[in-house]
């Protein structure tokens, strides 16, 4: 029996519906090859109709959502509207009331020569970073007292969850045992400093590790991965880490793959409807003029389809994508690829 999938489609803002449309024309492609239907329907959560209406993400449109395989997202962010709206309205009510509880970013260097990293080859950076998405820092608990005062304080916690905490480690030992590369997952923490959440994580994951012999164990403080994603990527397998140290390290992991052109990643429920989405943001000045690099779109496209079972045509995707960085882009770099944005699309299309 055919496949279908129903792909709710959000372009977003800036350089957003741009990537997404050539995300979606490798799509075509890949459902033809690989004998698969899919719908697409539009949602415009974006920092425009913000504007426009005031309208941000609301419970009818979550349930709406929820009827959906999986969501593909461009990016959202408008520099006219005041940080943290978008981010708080769009992008992590999505992935909180999705329950969207994994980030998953695969750091992976497809061509040496777009590694600012001196002597790297792609054997040597190809790691992925589980980010938990649900909490910590990103809950947003904490108050001001004496707000505006001289002796103001403002209090930020991390609110990490024995359920929470576990859900994550335990989705990275299977992930770590799926991926079957060289079978290694290092926590990422800060144990040395933040002795609450990471006793909790620490003791976890020694208890989980427990469960599976055959991965091997690591751990490494937030600070020392920073510098070891530099000195010694090789290092590195599956990582695993909370909410806001996975969202910085994965920043500069985008960084030494070959910048935010390349950069795809995951927000996984993996009981419900997953999301899609390049990390590089709305790109605000670029937008318009067809010159985005929408590989990280066009990854994005691959990952979803992976997780959604299609993992041939994932694959497909992904060796067209190396192909095109190896034989054909000048730069990963937004106007300095040699070609356009709809051309990028078209060339892996071509070599799908
Ligand atoms: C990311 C982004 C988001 C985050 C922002 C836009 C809320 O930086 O996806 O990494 O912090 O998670
Ligand atoms: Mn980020």
Redesign the pocket.
């Known amino acids: 029996m055919v496949k279908n999938y129903r792909i709710a489609v959000i372009g977003g803002d800036g350089t957003g519906p741009e990537v997404v449309r050539e995300g979606l024309k490798v799509l075509n492609v890949a459902a033809n090859k690989f004998n698969f239907t899919y719908e697409t329907k539009e949602f415009d959560f974006s920092g425009r109709r913000y504007l426009e209406t005031g309208k941000l993400v609301d419970e009818s449109d979550i349930a709406e959502l929820k009827n959906y395989s999986a969501i593909y997202l461009g990016a959202v962010?408008d520099p006219k509207v005041k940080p943290g709206i978008i981010?708080?309205g769009v992008?992590?009510k999505l992935?909180f009331a999705l329950d969207q509880y994994i980030?998953l970013r695969p750091v992976k260097l497809y061509n040496s020569v777009y590694c600012p990293l001196k002597d790297k080859l792609p054997e040597d950076i190809d790691f992925v970073v589980v980010r938990e998405?649900s909490e910590g820092l990103?809950k947003g608990m904490g108050e001001f007292q004496n707000k505006g005062m001289k002796d103001e304080v403002a209090i930020q916690i991390s609110h990490n969850t024995r359920k929470g905490v576990e859900r994550c480690l335990r989705y990275a030992f299977e992930f770590t045992r799926k991926r079957n590369k060289r079978k290694k997952l290092t926590l990422c923490g800060k144990t040395n400093v933040l002795t609450f959440a990471w006793d909790l994580w620490e003791r976890t994951f020694n208890e989980l590790a427990i469960e599976y012999p055959d991965v091997t164990t690591d751990y490494a403080h937030v600070d020392a991965t920073t510098m070891w994603f530099v000195k010694n990527p090789e290092w590195f397998d599956v990582i695993v880490t909370d909410?806001m140290f996975g969202?910085i390290i994965?920043?500069l992991g985008a960084m030494i793959q070959g910048g935010m052109g390349i950069a795809a990643?995951g927000n996984i429920n993996p009981q419900g409807v997953s999301m899609f989405?390049p990390?590089g943001?709305s790109a605000p000045k670029y937008t318009g003029q067809n010159v985005i690099n929408p590989l990280a779109a066009i990854c994005a496209a691959g990952m979803m389809l992976d997780t959604l079972g299609e993992v041939k045509a994932a694959k497909a995707i992904e060796d067209a994508v190396i192909k095109i960085v190896s034989t054909k882009l000048k730069s990963l770099g937004a106007g300095k690829m040699g070609y356009s944005t709809s051309q990028v699309g078209d060339l892996v299309a071509e070599n799908l």
């Open positions: 962010g981010e708080t992008l992590l992935r980030n998405n990103y909410n969202d994965t920043d990643g989405e990390i943001g």
